[in-house]
């Protein structure tokens, strides 16, 4: 993948409060250690996305609605992506902070949207990694049978206590279960492409099971139906914006690891997706989504065994990466003083040994141990409404991050702006228009909750508390301006 080219694209240096301001010394606010590049920054991320946990969990429903549509139907999908990473890509170059997508729509649009934003984040952070987590079981199955709420709290406890190392190790350690993973991916793809039973034709001209042995042309309003889904499965390379604070030179390597990201996790999902639909033995066989079961007809056993362990470790290492990532938010709400004083303390503290924020490391794992006994069902409806509520603000964000204070940063500029940031959010209005009631009503009742505690205390002590912080050492710089040269006189 090529870089992009970095536009110098207008803006005089934002006025935003700081800690330094409320403070008066910069050495006093806490900081995280710069020490991954984009292969570090790219494994960590990677293994959020978790493309073999996405292709044996998610695709296979996939299978049984789209038929041999899924994968036409994933790379539209893709398509789409590429516009929502550009808009994480040019926002975490302009504003690289731990903080993510609080840190960027609150330096951009105001201390209530980054609040509300973070909010957002927040019931994400909390209830995505147990729910991945619950899944742990079900693949450990073929060696050991647990109980899978014990072990979802056992993967959740594991996750916390690698969350406490240093990152650098951390990349590495989750890098080597990424490699199990893909190991796993291209086992699929090459026993789908080794066992073709179909042409190829199908993957641009559709067909799912009718039943007793006849198949039906996929509508594109089913392909189009299919596109949430398919955005959930590549979803997860915008984790790469909460690393910035610890990326050596963000501005440059931070798009690299989300474009590089997006086009791996890609590539890890849909190849296998066209070796499996060519590959399965009959439609039918294809709508059920049972890929263990075809692995092991195309197979036998140990391999299908093979794989099902490494869908186990996608899933631990997806949790490991989440708590990490999670840990990033609530340490720098902290370090921007939105709790209590005490609260503020404990959280922003970053250990001398390993570097890692210890506090909210544990604030999120543990809590998520204790949620892997809870029914999820309705909080993942929730997690849905939040998730698509936040991309709206970000692709906001992207919209004004070309105007006023903000022209002179010299950061990664996305191509085709602003038609990307504007479709992305008629598209995501789309996507929270499906959504159910219930959850609509929950995600509004917290927002409303949360706005309050904004009106009540932070915004009367908006001179201590809630101050966005983006580190200095990784900010956009100012464009300098091209000074005017005189005439040459030829008198």
């Given at each position: 993948m090529t870089d992009m080219p970095y536009t110098p694209v207008a803006s005089a240096a934002p006025e935003r409060d700081t800690r330094d301001a409320a403070h008066g010394d910069a050495t006093h606010t806490p900081k995280l250690t710069r020490s991954i590049g984009v292969v570090g920054g790219t494994l960590l991320t990677l293994s959020c996305l978790t493309p073999a946990s996405s292709l044996f969990v998610i695709v296979p429903d996939s299978f049984a609605s789209l038929g041999t549509g899924t994968a036409l139907t994933i790379a539209i999908a893709g398509l789409l992506c590429i516009g929502v990473a550009f808009t994480y890509s040019e926002l975490g170059t302009l504003i690289?902070?731990?903080?993510?997508?609080?840190?960027?729509?609150?330096?951009?649009?105001?201390?209530?949207?980054?609040?509300?934003?973070?909010?957002?984040?927040?019931?994400?952070v909390m209830i995505v990694p147990p729910i991945i987590a619950l899944g742990t079981a079900d693949y450990l199955a073929p060696v050991i049978h647990l109980d899978p709420q014990y072990t979802a709290a056992g993967v959740m406890l594991l996750a916390t206590a690698m969350g406490l190392l240093d990152l650098r190790a951390n990349a590495w350690i989750t890098g080597i279960f990424l490699v199990l993973e893909v190991v796993a991916c291209a086992v699929v793809a090459f026993l789908g492409f080794s066992h073709t039973q179909r042409s190829a034709s199908v993957l641009v001209h559709p067909v799912i099971d009718a039943g007793h042995g006849h198949s039906t042309a996929v509508t594109a309003g089913l392909i189009v139906t299919g596109l949430a889904?398919?955005?959930?499965?590549?979803q997860g390379f915008s984790t790469a914006v909460y690393l910035a604070e610890e990326m050596e030179n963000p501005r440059r390597n931070v798009s690299r690891t989300v474009l590089w990201t997006l086009a791996i996790g890609a590539a890890v999902v849909l190849i296998p997706v066209v070796a499996i639909t060519l590959g399965a033995p009959d439609l039918k066989t294809l709508g059920a989504g049972d890929i263990a079961g075809m692995v092991q007809e195309w197979s036998n056993s140990g391999i299908g065994t093979f794989v099902s362990l490494c869908i186990a470790l996608a899933i631990i290492n997806a949790t490991i990466v989440m708590v990490i990532?999670?840990?990033?938010?609530?340490?720098?709400?902290?370090?921007?003083a939105a709790w209590p004083t005490v609260v503020n303390r404990v959280f922003s503290h970053v250990g001398r040994r390993f570097g890692s924020p210890w506090a909210a490391t544990l604030a999120v794992g543990v809590p998520g141990a204790a949620l892997c006994f809870v029914n999820l069902d309705t909080l993942s409806e929730v997690t849905g409404v939040a998730v698509a509520a936040m991309y709206v603000f970000v692709a906001l964000g992207a919209l004004v991050s070309r105007r006023g204070e903000h022209k002179h940063r010299m950061a990664w500029r996305m191509p085709l702006w602003p038609a990307i940031p504007a479709l992305l959010i008629v598209v995501l209005a789309w996507v929270l228009y499906q959504q159910s009631t219930k959850s609509l009503v929950i995600t509004g009742a917290i927002v409303a909750a949360a706005t309050l505690y904004w009106a009540l205390y932070l915004r009367p002590r908006q001179d201590t508390h809630w101050v966005i912080s983006v580190p200095e050492d990784g900010q956009a710089p100012v464009e300098e301006p091209v000074a005017a040269v005189a005439p040459v006189s030829h008198g």
């Open positions: 690289p902070s731990s903080g993510g997508e609080y840190a960027m729509v609150g330096t951009l649009m105001g201390r209530l949207a980054g609040w509300l934003v973070f909010i957002l984040s927040l019931i994400v889904t398919a955005l959930f499965i590549l990532q999670n840990s990033r938010v609530v340490f720098s709400s902290a370090r921007d």
